[in-house]
């Protein structure tokens, strides 16, 4: 890597830490996301090879701890790094430390980065947590269609997660025809939902004067297996479903189908379980596709009164031993092999 690149801070450096059970003899690791531009402001795409440090002071020599990431993928600029993921961090962090970042070839960037108050909550006597654990996902509800204007967005498929609206809500769009460029998802899935052992993702009813139209749920998990065998997930969640009208439920883990419904269901939803293989040594990309369930006409009018209802319950949110969250949508890269 040329001299051509240099670090645009983060909006200052996000740290994200794990739980700790004892600081004395838990290694730390440190989330660390970032955006690199060259020196033209140009935001880099590609892979990259840095080494961060962390240091006692602002300008001396001598680190404390070090470590290398080979490959580091960028796109649009942004990036994520777990520093201690390749060297245990092992530091007290009972003083001011300095972190160093160096970009290929080039020398250390300059001034090194001060850690903030939020590191040293790592040096604990006692177990405790620092980052909430429970479920982290990215969400949306849509409408597809006007009676004024037709398929809105003039049917673009970019704001929609890479899937017309058309497709959506006369198709039977399933959650496997997602683009995998995460970008593009980021476009649709713009609120954050935090849920506990179960969350209500949305309940909704809404009128609709021709069966075009359509009100679609959208819910993306990261989770990580750090296992080395594949770990059977089992989401249980109320849903609806109006596959008479083109619509249609489904689960995708990766990019590939792992689960459609077949039928119709009332607007109050139905609910089901299903088994989903989480495979092994990844963090992987598991999207939840919900329609709305089928139509009442009100009053024999050319009015239809739908239902649009995603739960998951029976407490079914807590992971299998062996499976994590990950909240890094904002800063992923790749397609569904990351």
Known sequence: MSRRTRLFAYAALLFMFFPIVSFAVTPQTINYQGILKDNNGSLVNGTVQMQYALYSSLSGTGSLWSELHS??????????VVLGSVTPITLPFDAQYYLGVTVGLDAEMIPRQALTNAPYAMRAAKAETLAYTGAVYRWQVFD??????????????????????????????????????????????????????????????????????GRVAVALFRIKNTTANPVVWF??????????????????????????????????????????????????????VVPSGTAFNVGGLNIQERGLFFAFVNNSLQLPAGLEYVDDFDTAGGGWEQ
């Open 71 to 80: 490959a580091v993928t960028v796109t649009n600029g942004r990036y994520s």
């Open 144 to 213: 597809t269609f006007s009676q004024q204007g037709g398929w809105l967005a003039a049917n673009n498929p970019n704001l929609f997660g890479g899937v017309s609206p058309s497709s959506w809500t006369d198709g039977s769009a399933t959650a496997n025809q997602m683009s995998s460029d995460k970008e593009v998802l980021r476009q649709l899935l713009t609120n954050k939902g935090y849920g506990g052992k179960n969350a209500l993702v949305v309940s909704n009813v809404y009128l609709q004067l021709s069966s075009t139209t």
């Open 235 to 288: 989401p249980t969640f109320y849903f609806t479903n109006y596959l008479g009208w083109g619509e249609r439920a489904s689960i995708a883990v990766n990019g590939t189908l792992a689960w459609a419904w077949n039928a119709d269901t009332p607007s109050s939803g139905t609910s089901w379980q299903v088994g989903l293989s989480i495979p092994a040594n990844r963090t992987s990309t598991v999207i939840f």
